[in-house]
């Protein structure tokens, strides 16, 4: 019965050639948790049912490094025997760094007290790891240790308070503080709620409408006694979805949930990923979905669905969708003028979050199937505190190889050895430039990983030297499935560390090459074998290592993990990892195990030489930290280029910014007009990669015709040129989480009418601001402005914001123009000659391009280092400040290298030319010539003058020297 099943929706998804359909996934109603915990919120929406989680004063301690602890109960009453009572150990401590950096966190965890669990099959202790995972070593249970002193805590009445649940006005409260830091909790003891201030105002107020619920451990012969009056039983045992009806569910209902009311915060964001507006849509009101084809099969309600996060392959997914996808992070981030606030759900298991918008308050409603509830809170003045927050506790974004942030080109598949170097003379002949190419599933043997397919690529070594000296990369795939009966499989299998099933026997699921088993990453010692078979492939394959020749990379794909023949095209919840750990208490972790296993085992390869570049299409909260990601299975359509900006926009400010979409759309064949506009769009994505299905045409960009082909090569041309600001870019994301492609009201953050545009942004603070046009037959668009001047990227032409208040402006947008503008304030560096790579332009000279501000002011920075070693680390880079002021340009390098750099650290530092853009606001007034002084040298250089623009050629100043060129 089993098997005929399997089989059946094996034949459904190969017949549709893997198509995605709704259908395969579970709305909330049909995840039996969701189901419940809705449930339980509408009874409690009805009746406030209170009293049933209080906190034992008596077991209140505060640990040797600074932990409040204490005993919440639950307390279920009963008539016919005694009430039942729960023992969920509480946890709340403040978390902040040593350096004032700004870290001002409050984390809380909820757990369970098991003692009567029985089964040996499955670890019966709620999954307490997560936060290991996600945060830094620093701050690991084991290491962090707050100031004891920095926690306070007294109990108080509120007798005498008014408020928001006068029931309880003869309750006492518990004031946990930290004086130094500002934040303050009430917590109520007799019937658990929480309110938490920052400065004194209330940021939030932590289980507001009681629906804490968190379902205890209990046989199923003990459930009826166990459960709520009002409490829904839903599938509480069983599964009755068509696809995981096979579901043990060994623990019976194991669910968290809470509410949190974000007191006067109207906007939300965050929680990738879905293919939604940036601005978190209210879950209560229907949206439309779009569609692409569709379906008979298609669910209505899931319209009203809460977002969630379960990391599932989803092929061609929905647009304006709250439907699962390939990757969780669950960060909401609240904002509004002067404020904001983050708050970190770290649960791996598949959850579901609601969100209301209600009058002036946000109402989120967090639930999850298992594991603890582990919260932190971060507050801050500007939402950019909150990303940079949570960097500082999960891990700065990886700074990647130059090369990495160049252009990429990949397709389902580049057939063999000789494809891609035609491919790589082609683009060359064709003044394309790029760094990357990529192979796809089929370079393996049989879609074996760690193998070549023998005729089409005899010789590895050989194409991956080739390529080297032609200054290329080679990106290759290695997924975590492996063909059961491969090499590498008998391996990991004699090792033990292969997925397990919910019998503890070897998991077998059906994906690429068939029936194949999984890698465990999430144990020790599956990443220890995981790294040891990178280490025998790199090692065959890559014979030298050295900083220069260490160009294969790799793309790890299908993590979620996809499984073809599992429920929601994911592995069932009940097979086992180490430690008889259930899949479903870690799912949405596996992806982030994987691909931080494949770079560990590389870096260790490269010896530490080069920064390893790894692409995953799974990710959890710290992925940031090793990999570069994508949106996955799109399609060449309109809509898929319209939601990739707000999508890439929300992994930007949940600190995952290193992401792009595939170029032109992965399926279907996109018209002329619409490849035009995904490249214009795509260069600005921080990953700029081009990526084709197996079934479409051939779309290298050399193949198009004029005038197609130049508007693409300009695109394409203008990343490069723009890399010095993008590397700059990617390097403040690494330092401190600035977003690099960088929503308006992160920008903007003082004007409300920023905090719902999510169809332009800007450059990190580059000043450099965006409209990509993503709809079709558009040549004019309107974009929003706050009050300055904005000189339009390619003539410089100026536009003036007058007044107080933000503009709306109609852009002219012809198929050759992407609307981009520089902001009067800001001083932008590029490198304007065209080169065949990122590695080529390195002895290039930069142009400085000056767009003052109405005070005639502007500033820019520039970073700079190898490009490709980790000795930025030891201080290897160069950082530089221009500055405009009172009629002298200067530039005063804040860092400079050492002597005793193994490689070319900064390439050239001359600055060939120099811009200056002028609007009739500026009172800049320069001769026919300028003195220019670099040390103690003086010399005077030609002005030219044109329109608007004044410039200065060959002034002989150097980014690395302080100079100053005076009017
Ligand atoms: C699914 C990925 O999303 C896609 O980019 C890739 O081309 C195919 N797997 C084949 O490997």
Known sequence: MKLLSISLLLLTLLSNVYSFTDYLLKDCKKDAFCHRNRRYAEEQAKLLHNGIYGLDKSSIAVSENGVFEANLIKTIERSDIDDIKVTLPFTMSFISDDQCKGLNALRFTVNELRKNCQTDRVDCNRFNETWNWA???????????????????????????????????????????????????????????????????????????????????RSKKENFQNVLPFESTYNMFADNFEYSKFDTIPLGPESVSLDFTLVNYDNVYGIPEHADSLRLKDTQSTNTISKRKFSKKHNPEENSDPYRLFNVDVFEYNVDSKQPMYGSIPLMIAAKPGSSMGLLWLNPSDTWIDVNYSSDNTKTHWMSENGIIDVTMFFGKHPKD????????????????????????????????????????????????????????????????????????????????????????????????????????????????????????????????????????????????????????????????????????FWNDMNEPSVFSGPETTAPKDILHDENLEERSIHNLYGLSVHEATYDAVKEDYKNLTRPFVLTRAFFAGSQRSAATWTGDNVANWEYLRISVPMILTNNIVGLPFIGADIAGFS?????????????????????????????????????????????????????????????????????????????????????????????????????????????????????FAPGIYYDLETLNATIISGEEVQTLRVEAPLEKVPAFIEGGHIITKKERYRRSSHLMVRDPYTLIIAPDVNDEAHGSLYVDDGKSFEYKEGQYLETNFKLSNNVISNKPSHLPGSNSKYETVGNTLIETLIISTSELNHITVNEQVKVTEGLEEWNVDVQHDGNRIIITNPLVHIDQEWCITF
């Open 135 to 217: 945060v830094l070593d620093k701050y690991h249970n084991e290491n962090y240790k707050s100031s004891k002193d920095s926690l306070s805590w007294e109990i108080s009445s509120i007798r005498s308070k008014h408020g928001w649940f006068s029931s309880n006005d003869d309750d006492e409260e518990i004031i946990i503080e930290n004086k130094q830091r500002d934040i303050k909790v009430e917590l109520t003891i007799n019937n658990f709620h929480l309110k938490v201030y920052y400065k004194n105002v209330l940021q939030t107020i932590i289980n507001e409408r009681s629906l804490f619920n968190l379902e205890h451990h």
């Open 386 to 553: 909150v990303t940079n927050q949570y960097i500082q506790l999960t891990g700065s974004p990886v700074l990647p190889q130059l090369s990495a942030i160049g252009y990429h080109q990949c397709r389902w598949n580049y057939n063999n050895e000789l494809d891609v170097l035609t491919v790589e003379s082609k683009m060359d002949k064709g003044h394309f430039p790029f760094d990357f190419i990529w192979l796809d599933l089929d370079y393996t043997d049989k879609k074996q990983y760690f193998t070549w397919n023998p005729d089409a690529f005899p010789n590895p070594t050989r194409l991956l030297n080739k390529l080297s000296k032609l200054g290329r990369q080679l990106a290759i795939l290695i997924d975590p499935h492996l063909m059961s009966k491969s090499e590498v499989s008998k391996r990991i299998i004699k090792s033990g560390t292969q997925v397990k099933s919910n019998v503890g026997r070897t998991f077998l699921g059906q994906c690429w090459p068939g029936q194949s088993i999984w890698i465990d990453t999430i144990s020790k010692l599956g990443q220890i074998e995981w790294s040891n078979i990178f280490h025998d492939f790199v090692a065959k394959y890559v014979p030298v290592i050295d900083v220069k020749g260490n160009n294969l990379h």
């Open 668 to 784: 279907g064949n996109p018209d002329p007009e619409l490849i035009v506009r995904w490249y214009q769009a795509g260069l600005w994505y921080p990953f700029f990669r081009a990526h084709a299905h197996i079934d479409t045409k051939r779309r290298e960009p050399y193949l198009f015709e004029d005038p197609i082909k130049s508007i693409v090569r300009h695109s394409i041309q203008l990343r490069y040129k723009l890399l010095p600001t993008f590397y700059t870019a990617f390097h403040k994301a690494s330092v401190n989480g600035y977003p690099i492609m960088n929503p308006m009201f992160y920008e903007k953050s003082a004007f409300a009418a920023m905090y719902d545009i999510d169809d332009q942004f800007y450059l990190s603070d580059s000043g450099i601001i965006v409209k990509p046009i993503v709809s079709r037959k558009t040549d004019v668009t309107a974009m929003i």
